[in-house]
């Protein structure tokens, strides 16, 4: 394979080749990857690593998965239906599988090994930063979702604890939402995102998974054997327009993004190469399918058009199954919040070294000051945002579109200006393909990140 060797000048922006050891924090904690240094990466590709298939596998889907996964009923109603909506992902999941292809193509080809060192390599500096700038704002809007979803959950779980209808007027101080939330954020989040390293929490990724599946095997049994006080509402047979299908693509793309963390993935795998990667990307997005399936089909179901944007608000607050569930979701995402604000914080840290021209190397005591004020900073703007915007579907939108561009647009630009600088080396029919994949990937990218901010921007001025 033909080593890319386009815009890969180190000293641009004062970059030394000690800044890219700063984004290699991007890699899942779950992921083992040699350092790499130069000249290390055999002819062809990049040195294996440690992961076996069936290991990548588990990674991928771990990485996939998540609390994403309770927005997929209101997407099956929102795109029109269940027809719509099994239509609506199974089109989208060959462009999701292809742009995790696509990604491992140019790491191998440009010899990086995160998400944002292979935009940087293959397309440049400009849309490096736009990236970096993307991973930046995609993990802080997703560490808003969470802390709005644990804030769902408590206040379930509370008004049965208390013994006391909810909404009702006249409760406790204790037990407002805004208290919950702040206090369980204080307690358990911050503590846990403001260590330098993160890899203790690896060992949480098994309570997640488990999770994730109870929670789609209770919605299943539940659609199955309906209790007695849940009464569906009207379901939809068919899309009321093509904007509407449109408008659940940005909760499939949030719940499918696991591309950011894909690169370290196949580059620690044993044998890194394109046909195994191929199976087991395919592998992992059936799996997760599969789940997102079961969910979005049977909570669809089981509400109709009524379903809450969260599906577990949909539920009585007295049912104990559910409520295990609710307990499951939260302990996910206080997991989940310092691994992704962990991701943000090392982009932001490798931005602030790259203009600064400061080696990672640096002074201790200074290090820790400035990570330290990050964490706080980035710990309270969400936790603000998130006490006073009570719609999770507003930011699930917002950051989807964001994910639409992990998932289309750079993929799709890296495989554009990767086949431009292969321009000689392969027959025109093969480049012309490849390219015009490329721009179709971008566009649909755009079209739908365009689209989620129109509608973000619009909904709110007419609100």
Known sequence: MAQVSINRDLDEWGLSTDSGERARLLQSPSVDIAPKSEGEAPPGGLGGGTTSTLG?????????????????????????????????????????????????????ASNERTYQEVVWAVCGKLTGVLCEVAIATYTFGTCIAFLIIIGDQQDKIIAVMAKEPEGAGGSPWYTDRKFTISLTACLFILPLSIPREIGFQKYASFLSVVGTWYVTTIIIIKYIWPDKEMSPADTLNRPASWIAVFNAMPTICFGFQCHVSSVPVFNSMRRPELKTWGGVVTAAMVIALAVYMGTGICGFLTFGAAVDPDVLLSYPSEDMAVAVARAFIILSVLTSYPILHFCGRAVIEGLWLRYQGMPVEEDVGRERRRRVLQTLVWFLLTLLLALFIPDIGKVISVIGGLAACFIFVFPGLCLIQAKLSEMEEVKPASWWAMVSYGVLLVTLGAFIFGQTTANAIFVDLLA
Do not use: D, E, H
């Not at 596998?57 to 998965?65: E, M, P, R, Y």
């Open 56 to 108: 990548a596998i588990f990674i991928v889907v771990n990485a996939c998965l998540g609390a994403g996964l309770l927005n997929f009923p209101a997407a099956f109603s929102t795109a029109g239906g269940v027809a719509a909506g099994i239509t609506l992902q199974m089109a989208m999941l060959v462009f999701i599988i292809s742009g995790l292809v696509i990604l491992a193509y140019c790491s191998q």
